[in-house]
Structure formats: C-alpha cells, structure tokens
C-alpha cells in the first residue's frame, strides 16, 4: 500500500511539473492571442482591451495559479476562438479519443499474447521464415498508410463505414462504432506485431536460462515449466510495454482522426494550435500527459504484483 501510495504522489508531482511547464511554454512562446483574434487591422486599443477581458494582462504566476485552480476544480477556462467554456469543447472528443485508444488496446493485448506464445511454440517449424517476414512488414507498415488502405477498402469499396463521417454516438452508435474499429485496427497493426515479436524473444530467452534447464532434468512437463514460470517472468517486459503502448495510442491516433475524419482529441488539437487557442491546447496536453504517466504507473503497479521482487529491489536502491 506505502508502494501504491508512492507511486501516487510521484503521478501528481509530475502532472504538477508539467502543467506548470507547458503553462510556462505558451507563454514564452511568440504571438499575442488577442491580434491573432483581432487580426492585423485592429488597433492597439482594441487589442489592449481583449487582452484584459481575456486575462492576458495579469501577472504570469497569477494567471498559472487561477488555471490550475480551475482545473482542478473543472473549470478549464474559456476558449478564445469559440468562446466557450474548455471542458464543454473537449469533452466530447476526448470521449471519442479514450473509446480509440482503449479499443486498440484491448485489440493489441488480446491478440497479441497468444500470437505471441503461439509463434514461440512453432519456432523452428515450416511456416517460421514466411511468420517472422509478415510481423516485420507489419511493423514497418505506418497507421496512417494503412488508414488510407482502410479507407479505400472497406469504406469506398465495400461501403461497411463512410470515412469522414463520424456522426457521433448520440446520433448512430453502430456506425461511430464502426469507425473507431477500423482506426483501432489501423493503430494495433504495427503493436501487435511487436508485441508478438517481443514476447516471442522474451520466452525463449527465459527457456534457456538455468532454472528452466534444472526444472526439465528433474522431470518437470517442458509445457508445465513454461505455464508456471517462464510465461509470469516473460510478462514483466511485455507488460511494460504495453503500458508505453498505452500512452502511446491517444498521441498516435492523431494521425489515423486525421485520415479517417474521426473528430478525437488529436485533430481538435491541431486546429486549436493554429488559431493560438491557448486555453485549449494548454488543457489538452496536460491530458494528454496525464494519459502517459498514467498508463507508465498502472503498467509498474502491474509489474510489481506479477514480480513482488522487483518492489523490494526498488526498495534497496
């Protein structure tokens, strides 16, 4: 519990640090707000008036406090291109990227562990060279290359979603549905490949350590060995990684919104740092910062209940 409680408090300290360096970064950041608004043609006066209806004529410190008091509160701001309020813009689309992430994630760990163990027991066989070819390619392949595939194929084709018309889960469930799969399945591609790849590596490295060759002469099943042992010590790098695979996705599906026309978090973002939207961008990195340390500690808390000697090794360094 102390562990879990640690790992907590290092999780806020570090969102505390990146709110106040991205807060920090706008700010040092060139260009006004209030003239990009405005355009060229206003004048000082007009400017100056924006900027303090806005806020932007207050202290740096002052102006970082009341956001993150805002934001810990709910109350993420006004945006300045819509005027309305943050959480009410990002909420729905922040909604619609989490659904992408999560689904691509349940998709990459659901296929890829069996793959994974799979591929190891036919290590060897016929069909080794022609699986281990297709998992290169696969990883090698980009989202956004097989977003356009995706598109063409199942959209244009076969009709089976429209691309470009993500119509909301309010509004057609199935069919919002129906794209989030393809984007998913655009994003778990490459990761399920390596994910397969890794555990395949990490298996028969474990296979060919001492205590699985002393486990084997005295007469214990070769399958037993590997259930019991070998596969609980071959998930500590896996887990790892999927949890890097976790932060990784909502930041990844940028690409496949932006191909697939899914109104995520991803393309909201894009928009909003072109017109300078700086409640909004602001709000949305912290995020999506806190989507990644997030999933970094849930996938060592994992960790540590698969492998308890890796908390009492943390704990003597």
């Known amino acids: 519990m102390r562990y879990v409680l640690t790992r907590l408090g290092m999780l806020l300290a570090t969102m505390l640090l990146v709110s106040f360096l991205t807060f920090a970064a706008f700010e040092a950041v060139s260009g006004d707000p209030a003239r990009n608004l405005l355009g060229t043609e206003a004048t000082e006066e ?49 909604e619609i990227s989490l659904c992408l992430s999560l689904m691509s ?53 076969m009709k089976v979603f429209t691309p470009g018309d993500f119509p909301g889960f309010r509004q057609d469930f199935g069919e919002s549905v129906r794209h989030l799969f393809f984007g998913a399945v655009c994003l778990g591609i490459p990761r399920i490949a390596m994910t397969v790849r890794m555990l ?51 930041g990844a599906g940028i690409v496949v919104e932006q191909v697939l026309g899914i109104p995520g978090l991803g393309r909201f973002l894009v928009l909003s740092i072109s017109h300078r939207d700086y409640p909004v961008v602001q709000t ?23 492998d308890p000697r890796l908390r009492l090794g943390g704990n003597r360094g």
């Open 200 to 250: 395949r590596a990490t298996v028969i490295e474990e296979m060919n350590k001492a205590y699985v060759r002393t486990a084997i002469s005295r007469g214990h099943d070769r399958r037993g060995v590997l259930t019991s042992h070998v596969l609980k010590n071959s998930m500590v790098p896996v887990v790892t990684f999927l949890g890097q695979t976790l932060a990784e996705l909502v």
């Open 105 to 157: 994630f349940v998709m990459i760990a659901v296929i890829s562990i069996p793959l994974g163990i799979f591929s190891y027991h036919r290590t060897g066989g016929f069909a080794d060279w022609p699986r281990t070819v297709f998992n290169q390619l696969c990883m090698a392949v980009p989202p956004f290359f097989t977003g356009i595939l995706v598109s063409w194929i199942f959209g244009i084709l």
């Open 46 to 94: 007009q400017v100056m008036a924006l900027r303090e209806e806005l806020g932007l004529d207050r202290p740096f410190l002052l102006r970082y406090a009341e956001w993150l008091a805002g934001f810990f509160s709910g109350n993420l701001g006004v945006s300045y291109s819509y005027r309305q309020p943050v959480g009410k813009l990002i909420g729905p689309k922040l």
């Open 284 to 306: 949305i990195v912290v995020i999506l910062a806190f989507w990644v340390v997030l999933a970094g500690t849930l996938a060592d808390l994992i960790n540590q209940s698969i």
